[in-house]
Protein backbone atom coordinates (compact mmCIF):
# COMPACT_ATOMS: atom_id res chain seq x y z
CA UNK A 1 0.00 0.00 0.00
CA UNK A 2 1.56 3.33 -1.18
CA UNK A 3 0.90 6.30 1.60
CA UNK A 4 -0.96 9.61 -0.15
CA UNK A 5 1.17 12.37 -1.04
CA UNK A 6 0.06 15.84 0.09
CA UNK A 7 -0.96 18.01 -3.23
CA UNK A 8 -0.58 21.22 -1.79
CA UNK A 9 1.21 24.62 -4.09
CA UNK A 10 2.08 27.83 -3.09
CA UNK A 11 0.36 30.22 -5.07
CA UNK A 12 1.03 33.67 -6.54
CA UNK A 13 -0.46 35.68 -4.34
CA UNK A 14 -1.29 38.45 -7.25
CA UNK A 15 -2.65 35.35 -10.36
CA UNK A 16 -3.05 32.37 -7.70
CA UNK A 17 -0.88 30.26 -10.15
CA UNK A 18 0.59 27.49 -8.50
CA UNK A 19 4.34 27.27 -8.64
CA UNK A 20 5.86 25.46 -5.82
CA UNK A 21 4.89 22.05 -4.47
CA UNK A 22 4.48 21.98 -0.55
CA UNK A 23 6.63 19.28 0.02
CA UNK A 24 9.88 20.31 -1.35
CA UNK A 25 10.24 22.84 1.15
CA UNK A 26 12.95 22.89 3.23
CA UNK A 27 12.43 25.59 5.58
CA UNK A 28 11.46 29.48 6.31
CA UNK A 29 14.80 31.92 6.64
CA UNK A 30 13.06 33.24 9.36
CA UNK A 31 15.58 36.56 8.89
CA UNK A 32 13.91 37.71 6.03
CA UNK A 33 10.38 37.61 7.75
CA UNK A 34 8.74 41.13 8.27
CA UNK A 35 4.90 42.30 8.54
CA UNK A 36 4.16 42.01 4.56
CA UNK A 37 6.74 38.97 3.51
CA UNK A 38 8.78 35.98 4.39
CA UNK A 39 11.29 33.81 3.04
CA UNK A 40 11.53 30.23 2.12
CA UNK A 41 14.26 27.78 1.04
CA UNK A 42 13.52 25.07 -1.68
CA UNK A 43 15.21 22.01 -2.71
CA UNK A 44 17.13 22.52 -5.70
CA UNK A 45 14.95 20.02 -7.80
CA UNK A 46 11.34 21.15 -6.44
CA UNK A 47 9.63 20.65 -9.74
CA UNK A 48 8.63 24.41 -9.60
CA UNK A 49 6.21 25.45 -12.67
CA UNK A 50 4.49 28.71 -14.01
CA UNK A 51 8.14 30.15 -13.81
CA UNK A 52 10.23 32.24 -15.61
CA UNK A 53 14.25 32.26 -14.48
CA UNK A 54 16.76 35.91 -15.76
CA UNK A 55 18.69 38.89 -14.69
CA UNK A 56 21.59 36.92 -12.30
CA UNK A 57 23.12 38.78 -9.66
CA UNK A 58 24.42 39.19 -5.71
CA UNK A 59 22.07 38.77 -3.33
CA UNK A 60 22.95 38.20 0.72
CA UNK A 61 20.91 35.08 2.57
CA UNK A 62 20.74 35.27 6.41
CA UNK A 63 19.77 32.14 8.26
CA UNK A 64 20.46 30.89 11.60
CA UNK A 65 22.62 33.98 12.30
CA UNK A 66 24.80 33.38 9.20
CA UNK A 67 24.87 35.66 6.44
CA UNK A 68 25.74 33.82 3.23
CA UNK A 69 26.67 36.13 -0.12
CA UNK A 70 25.78 34.40 -3.12
CA UNK A 71 24.59 34.72 -7.27
CA UNK A 72 20.77 34.62 -7.65
CA UNK A 73 18.38 34.42 -11.05
CA UNK A 74 15.75 36.33 -10.44
CA UNK A 75 11.92 34.08 -10.45
CA UNK A 76 9.14 36.08 -11.66
CA UNK A 77 5.85 34.32 -12.09
CA UNK A 78 5.46 33.38 -15.87
CA UNK A 79 1.68 34.66 -15.82
CA UNK A 80 1.63 38.06 -14.57
CA UNK A 81 5.23 38.88 -14.01
CA UNK A 82 5.12 39.19 -10.21
CA UNK A 83 8.86 38.86 -8.24
CA UNK A 84 8.57 35.05 -6.46
CA UNK A 85 12.00 34.87 -5.56
CA UNK A 86 15.26 33.42 -6.97
CA UNK A 87 17.39 30.14 -7.95
CA UNK A 88 20.80 30.05 -6.25
CA UNK A 89 23.62 29.52 -9.26
CA UNK A 90 26.94 30.01 -6.68
CA UNK A 91 27.71 30.28 -2.72
CA UNK A 92 30.65 32.44 -2.26
CA UNK A 93 31.01 30.88 1.48
CA UNK A 94 30.16 27.69 3.25
CA UNK A 95 26.60 27.05 4.43
CA UNK A 96 25.59 24.00 5.87
CA UNK A 97 22.40 24.45 4.72
CA UNK A 98 21.96 27.07 1.64
CA UNK A 99 23.37 25.37 -1.53
CA UNK A 100 23.69 26.09 -5.13
CA UNK A 101 20.82 25.05 -6.96
CA UNK A 102 18.11 25.59 -4.45
CA UNK A 103 15.31 28.31 -4.63
CA UNK A 104 14.65 30.46 -2.65
CA UNK A 105 10.71 32.03 -1.97
CA UNK A 106 9.28 35.16 -1.41
CA UNK A 107 5.85 34.37 0.26
CA UNK A 108 3.67 37.88 0.33
CA UNK A 109 1.08 37.81 3.39
CA UNK A 110 -2.44 39.01 2.64
CA UNK A 111 -2.65 42.72 3.65
Not at 11 to 32: D, G, M, Q, T, V
Not at 59 to 79: A, F, K, P, V
Request: charged fraction near 25%; aromatic fraction near 10%.
Amino acid sequence: MTKPTLDAWFCCFFCKSKYAPFNRLIKELSAHRNEEKCWLLFHENSGLQNVTLFDEGPSCIRDEGQTTLTDIIRMECSNCGEHLGGKIVHVHERHPIICEGQYVVQLTKKP
